[in-house]
């Protein structure tokens, strides 16, 4: 999240799309129901399903499933067609004025430098101007046609209201009421907020679709802005702690990022992620990165990361590629991997098309599961009947099962949704032989490196040199890990501007990541969590709710990161000269006679710099603006264009009806036979969509009696028109297949889901909520994930769990 | 259970003046459909605080589970989807259970001495040790709430968490309700609580939104604010004007008076034959009277 939880009750519109968070996250949904008694504040819901959020909507729009960048393209064409953005804000805190290279264009679905065979872009005409001085050329007047804006409104002209409707399904009228609503917060004085969760990540274009959304907040003036934001409603606990941490294939600890196989030189490794600023002024805050990732290998090698080495550069992996899940299980499905660590993991339930990652997992040599629960994954390999239908005979796979604690049985920090380090404390003790995942993976480093000393191997020292200076060296503690993430003085420490004050001692913990140093003389874990534990004690444990500016920032309570700030881009929240957008809602300002940013929240900027200085609020930006244009960053294209789902209900883009290959994302990844595996609407005419239900919490608690009694059963919901033509009635069992497979369930006939005109066709949605399995005291049922498709997202290789088709048939 | 910190303000078949030293304050549950995202949580609670676990049921077509109340469910969730040509489709949402009313067709009804007890703070309870299973309360309910254990023949339904709040404790369902849609409270808070939130729905557009406190049944300690007050029955039948069986209250506001006074001893020596023999053995004339009363009704 942009902002956090308890901001919500700030605002004065909340969209919920690609999203349902009543369902998925009814705690933090109580903050929508406190804006809209407290707040007046207006709820709408766009959702291919009158949804449980819905339920309680000033406003609901049904949505075909995987059509929200045109929905959300339609409504920047709104904005800019009918005047309603906020001019100061795009003008002075966006790339707005930025003029792009000539050879950048947008032509029959394609952007300049398609390579059809490859599937990719060349991007490099995907840039701005630069002048001789070196900076970005601009055109404050926002004449020029090739500056951002010209670009943009020429772009989205194309989303029209009508073409909304025709690819979406939206009725015009309901369109435009949302359309309306959301830009009665252009003005300074209204603020909206958009949830979003995994309807809009788990898609072919889910990136897009957020970036399309983050335009919409920007044109509105509603970054920055205590109310705004554009916010991600996380899934499972921690994961945003996941993501923090570094823990996704191609990512180090604060979101820097793993050196590609040709990065063999460490100086442009750095040089390449430190980019000086684009335009005069600008603080381009990741110039720091060096500091952020000289810590980081002093906290992994301490005395083994020297200058001469270059900080252990050596001892990283350099990727040929992402190693994301749909790619890894790939390798296994070829026979390329022996082994497989499933950590707190399911794949065979929580990854798409089931066949295959079970024939994967039946070509490892041997598969270790750590998991407080039996997992379907760690039986995949036994015959359930239909819902797992394979012969043990035939995989040879040896399974090790390896206990752990759940998250209640220990303490630690879990970072939420809105970036708080809340720790928490073990509430009960594991049962039987469960061991916490540290103890776990500390037992296997351990025998690992035993085994490295004493037969070598081929580089034995990024084994070897690891620092491992825990008390108990088979189990790393909770604080001890804390502690090694905030970071420490190797040496003595002295102000920057006084050099005879000494800040810190060697051995002492940092205050915050401003105090991180290239020279090896400060180590790190995550340059993001610093200051979270600190000589003050542990700061994720703080419990004070004082919030004395009446707007929910508590900075008291816990640790949010970076620098305990409650609100990104905060500096946004005030005018070009200092002065708060909204003197209702004052956040962060510039205090003349202090010299100095104060205000209710930690200013997100450079403390001193005052207004007249001209530094732009989006700091981590090497423009200082934020980007209507992605230049390169985006494998599809600077501006978000509308493709379909890879299965798609209408066969066609009604946005490039001639070109055929640009009906899907042109530049996702399909691995070879997974396109066949795709179905077409001919055999499978129904768009269908998985999610949760609030009953239930992934395939955890189908093990739990509670949740099993509120909803015991596997069903899908089927609209009551689909079921009429069907013969289907409520409590039928259906089956429901896709070109990957079936699963069968009992039907939900009802009025929440209604067929949608889509391009001259109807289109039915089949809703299939994704809980059972095979395993646990609910009624065992089917993997849901039998039935969806193994593409991702261009970027992010998210799966498209949430658009694909398949058919219905009574059982 | 009794509770020796709640005043008793009712015995159901008792003739003895109920205890009335303590001043205890009226309470009342507020369930503000207009915020309430069906999550369940308060099944959940309710079945955690209680020790009560339902069978792992079936799934027959909704997202009703367990399907109704039952001696383990004391609430459910009931949705109802209805479309108006006013506001287009909407899902309803309503947490059913017993409405604690001030003048519980339950008690009235019961025949067992100190099986149902109403207390001075308005909680209506069953004391289940003294419940003969006759299913009277069943039947004198207008909500359709008290529900028969198979196992033990005794009636169950929500308590009102009685035990939490004799010591100063909210209902379990409350405490869990994450977005604040079940408060609890003096019951004129609660009042002005809905009153409150009455106010902001018609300011949302719902003209007829308003308090469901039904006077038929003297008022309820638990109240609904419903965004269609003028339609209670949209939501999953929650009856417009629920009112005690004439039977049940003939039973006991006239015929119970009139025995008490002696003057119709012979139509009612079931009666004196009842209060005589104790609990266990219900009078044959007054159960045929009821039951036969109740089938006119049908």
């Known amino acids: 999240m942009t902002n956090h939880w308890s901001d919500i009750k700030n605002a004065d519109v909340v969209l919920i799309m690609g999203g349902n968070a009543a369902e998925a996250h009814p705690c933090g949904f109580k903050w929508v129901t406190e804006a809209k008694a407290k707040n007046k504040a207006r709820l709408i819901v766009v959702d291919p399903r009158f949804t449980r959020s819905a339920a309680l909507a000033d406003l609901y729009a049904p949505i075909r499933t995987g059509t929200d960048i045109a929905f959300l393209g339609g409504v920047i064409n709104y904005l800019i067609a009918g005047n309603k953005v906020h001019m100061d804000y795009i003008k002075s805190y966006t790339d707005m004025s930025y003029l792009v290279k000539d050879e950048f264009a947008f032509a029959d679905g394609f952007f300049s430098g398609y390579d059809a065979e490859k599937r990719k872009y060349d991007k490099a005409g995907w840039e701005y101007q630069t002048g001789e001085d070196g900076y970005v050329k601009t055109d404050p007047t926002l004449e020029n046609p090739r500056c951002v804006w010209n670009l943009l409104k020429a772009h989205f002209a194309r989303y029209t209201p009508e073409m909304v409707e025709k690819i979406c399904g939206t009725p015009r009228d309901k369109f435009l009421q949302v359309a309306e609503m959301l830009a009665s917060t252009h003005t300074p004085d209204r603020v909206m907020t958009i949830l979003y969760a995994l309807g809009w990540t788990q898609h072919s274009t889910g990136s897009q679709i957020i970036r399309t959304a983050a335009m919409v907040q920007l044109l509105l003036g509603n970054i920055g802005r205590a109310g705004g934001g554009v916010n991600a409603l996380r899934g499972h606990s921690n994961i945003q702690g996941l993501t923090d941490l570094g823990l996704l294939s191609n990512l180090l600890p604060g979101y820097m990022t793993l050196p590609g196989e040709k990065e063999t030189d460490y100086d442009a490794y750095i040089a390449k992620r430190a980019p000086k600023p684009m335009r005069p002024g600008q603080l381009s805050y990741w110039q720091n990165y060096g500091k952020f990732h000289v810590s980081l290998m002093k906290a992994w090698y301490g005395a083994a990361a020297t200058k001469d080495n270059n900080w252990a550069f050596d001892y990283l992996p350099k990727l040929d590629k992402t190693y994301d899940v749909l790619q890894v299980f790939e390798l296994m499905h070829q026979g390329k991997m022996t082994g497989y660590f499933a950590q707190g993991f399911n794949p065979l339930n929580s990854f798409p098309n089931k066949a295959k990652v079970s024939a994967a997992l039946s070509k490892l040599k041997f598969l270790v599961i750590m998991d407080p629960l039996a997992t379907e994954t760690s039986e995949f390999w036994q015959n359930h009947g239909e819902f797992n239908d394979v012969d043990p005979a035939k995989i040879q796979t040896t399974v090790f099962r390896l206990p752990t604690t759940c998250f209640a049985e220990e303490d630690g920090a879990i970072v939420n949704s809105g970036r708080w380090l809340q720790w928490h404390w073990k509430g009960a003790d594991a049962p039987g032989e469960a061991k916490t995942d540290p103890e776990i993976m500390a037992g296997l480093f351990l025998r690992l490196r035993e085994m490295y000393k004493k037969d070598g191997g081929a580089f034995p020292d990024p084994i070897l040199n690891l620092a491992w200076a825990y008390k108990l060296p088979h189990e790393p503690s909770p604080e001890e890990l804390a502690k090694e993430y905030n970071g420490k003085a190797l040496a003595d420490q002295f102000d920057a501007k006084d050099p005879t004050k000494l800040v810190k001692k060697a051995g002492e913990l940092l205050d915050g990541f401003a105090q991180l140093k290239d020279d090896g003389s400060t180590a790190c874990g995550c340059w993001i969590f610093s200051g979270a534990w600190t000589e003050k004690g542990n700061m994720m444990a703080r419990r004070d709710t004082a919030d004395p500016w009446h707007n929910g920032q508590t900075l008291g309570w816990a640790f949010a990161w970076p620098a305990n700030r409650r609100i990104l881009y905060n500096r946004a929240a005030a005018d070009p000269s200092g002065k708060p957008w909204d003197a209702k809602r004052k956040q962060v300002w510039w205090d003349a006679a202090q010299s100095k940013w104060v205000g209710s929240d930690v200013p997100d900027f450079k403390a001193d710099s005052a207004p007249e200085d001209g530094m732009g609020p989006f700091i981590m930006n090497p423009e200082g603006v934020a980007r209507f244009f992605a230049r390169g960053m985006m494998n599809e294209g600077p501006f978000p264009e509308h493709y379909e789902p890879f299965e798609t209900p209408i066969g066609t883009n009604p946005m490039h009806p001639n070109n055929p290959k640009a009906i899907s994302n042109p530049a996702a990844r399909v691995f070879k036979g997974d396109m066949e595996a795709f179905g077409t609407a001919k055999d499978f005419p129904y768009a269908a969509t998985t999610y949760r239900l609030t009953e239930h919490f992934h395939y955890w608690t189908k093990h739990v009696e509670s949740n099993a009694i509120t909803q015991p059963e596997q069903f899908v919901e089927i609209g009551e028109a689909l079921a009429a033509e069907k013969g289907i009635k409520a409590g039928d069992k259906v089956k429901v297949s896709s070109n990957r497979g079936y699963i069968k369930a009992v039907a939900v006939v009802t009025k929440r889901i209604k067929p949608l005109q889509v391009d001259g066709k109807t289109v039915h949605h089949v809703g299939i909520p994704l809980h059972w399995g095979f395993k646990g005291v609910a009624k065992n049922g089917f993997i849901t994930n039998t039935l969806t498709p193994f593409v991702g997202d261009a970027n992010t290789q998210t799966p498209e769990f949430k658009s694909f088709l398949v058919n219905v048939e009574k059982a | ?298």
Request: net charge negative.
């Open chain 2, 1 to 298: 259970m009794a509770l020796q910190s709640l005043d008793i303000a009712k015995r159901s078949a008792t003739t003895t003046e109920s205890p009335q030293a303590r001043k205890t304050l009226e309470v009342a549950k507020l369930i503000d459909v207009s915020k309430c995202i069906g999550c369940k949580a308060c099944q959940v609670a309710c079945m955690q605080w209680n020790d009560l676990r339902d069978e792992v049921g079936t799934c027959a077509g909704t997202y009703d589970n367990p399907r109704d109340m039952t001696d383990q469910s004391w609430t459910v969730m009931r949705y109802a989807e209805v479309e108006t040509e006013e506001r287009g489709l909407e899902w309803l949402i309503r947490k059913d259970g017993c409405m604690h009313c001030e003048d519980p067709g339950c008690l009235k009804a019961c025949p067992a001495p100190g099986a149902i007890i109403k207390y001075a703070n308005g909680i209506v309870d069953f004391h289940q040790e003294n419940c003969i299973g006759c299913g009277y309360c069943v039947s004198g309910c207008p909500f359709n709430v008290p529900r028969i254990s198979q196992k033990d023949s005794k009636a169950y339904k929500c308590t009102l968490c009685s035990d939490r709040v004799a010591v100063g404790l909210e209902p379990a369902c409350v405490k869990v309700c994450p977005t604040g849609s079940i408060s609890f409270g003096s019951k004129v808070d609660m009042q002005e609580l809905a009153a409150e939130r009455v106010t902001e729905l018609k300011e949302r557009g719902f003209k007829n939104a308003g308090l469901y406190d039904p006077a038929g049944v003297g008022g309820t300690h638990v109240m609904y604010v419903l965004n269609h007050a003028d339609k209670p029955a949209l939501y999953s039948g929650l009856p417009a004007d629920p009112t005690i069986a004439p039977t049940v209250t003939l039973w006991k506001s006239v015929a119970k008076p009139l025995a008490m006074a002696g003057m119709a001893a012979a139509a009612l020596g079931g009666l004196f034959h009842y209060v005589m023999k104790g609990p266990n053995e219900v009078s044959k004339e007054i159960e045929a009277e009821v039951e036969r009363e109740l089938e006119g009704e049908k």
